[in-house]
């Protein structure tokens, strides 16, 4: 199973700051092309590939076939939803409508791809295809309508998947329930991110937005100060240039450890907060090159070919520029630093 730290993520911290480690081919992921994460009550991790189900405990990415004998294969699996007794319903490209629990599987063939499945307050699943609304008993799996206005209400709100379309692979996706989560015009304006763009939204267990995008990597829209709720909240992004493993995302996944993992067309990624931040250029800092790092009275200061900065975890404030040669703590609490003009002191 998958275990983790216990704390959420700081969202005082940049998303660039959090522990990033990727899955990949080499580390025994079957497809790097994942569409969709979940996690059942025993602690693994299930993911929809374009290769079918892959089970994850953390350390090894096990294939689970469709047939107890191992001879048939799920294929593109493009949805997973765990419902509240734990039973994890599988989508696929084929049309194929799968609830497992378990050793034990019960199938039934929609004939149409599958693009998102939700649970619904009455426990009924809702899944969506590529031109309908299905409604599904969850015990004996009868279609209950097939009506494009057969829309239950949503038992988890804090995840909106976000499509339509004939095949989660082709389609630009829509966000009709973006309003809910606060994504707004003028959000996306900000953010230079076009509706079309977002593959599915959540809100983390902070209230925080993350946003999966087709080309942008991931969004996060911090969540509002309850003492100024028209203050405008801060975006931040994840892309490949920060380390994720692709641009392409698909699906944003939060654990019951609060571990965020985020499933792109090239591999599996897990954000985690390691109680050790990271301060880079992007939180402030003059260079990535420190040259010396010392902790006085007034903080803790960082000494770079480019200057010196004065570092907390979450930022870092430049105080002065040009070369650092060294720097040391004096007796009384105070900051030396060496430059090429000589020895001097910050106090």
């Known amino acids: 199973m998958v275990v983790g730290t216990a704390e959420a993520l700081n969202p005082e911290q940049r998303i660039t700051q959090y522990s990033l480690t990727q899955w990949g081919h080499r580390d025994g992921l079957p497809s790097t092309a994942i569409y969709a994460v979940a996690q059942t009550p025993d602690g693994f991790l299930w993911l929809g590939t374009s290769d079918g189900l892959v089970r994850f405990d953390g350390l090894r990415f096990v294939p689970v076939p469709l047939s107890n004998t191992g001879d048939i294969a799920f294929g593109r699996v493009q949805a997973l939803k765990v419902d509240r007794t734990g039973a994890i319903w599988i989508g696929t490209e084929s049309g194929s409508l799968v609830r497992m629990e378990g050793r034990s599987m019960k199938i039934v063939m929609l004939h149409v791809p599958i693009v998102a499945i939700r649970e619904n307050a009455d426990s009924s699943i809702q899944v969506e295809t590529s031109d309908r609304l299905f409604r599904v008993d969850p015990y004996s799996m009868e279609l209950k309508s097939k009506d494009v206005d057969a829309v239950g209400e949503n038992h988890d709100p804090k995840r909106t998947p976000l499509s339509s379309g004939h095949s989660i692979k082709e389609t630009a996706l829509v966000c009709p329930q973006c309003a809910s989560l606060g994504i707004t015009s003028s959000l996306l304006k900000r953010a230079n991110l076009d509706r079309d763009q977002i593959r599915m939204a959540m809100r983390d267990n902070d209230g925080n937005v993350w946003i999966a995008t087709r080309e942008s990597g991931v969004l996060r829209v911090a969540k509002r100060s309850s003492g100024s709720p028209d ?59 420190i040259c010396s790092l010392v902790s006085v009275e007034s903080g803790i200061f960082a000494g770079s070919n480019l200057g010196l900065n004065r570092v907390t975890t979450t930022h870092s404030e430049t105080v002065l520029h040009g070369s650092i040669f060294s720097l040391a703590r004096a007796g009384d609490g105070s900051l030396f630093y060496a430059t090429s003009l000589g020895l001097s002191q910050l106090k």
Not at 233 to 241: M, V
Not at 256 to 274: F, K, S
């Open 231 to 289: 203050a405008t909240p801060e975006i931040d992004r994840l892309s490949a240039n920060e380390g994720l493993s692709s641009d392409s995302v698909w699906d944003i996944f939060e654990d019951r450890e609060h571990n965020l993992w985020v499933a792109t067309q090239n591999g599996l990624n897990r954000l985690r907060d390691d109680k050790f931040s990271i301060v880079t250029r992007r939180s402030g800092l003059l260079s990535n090159d």
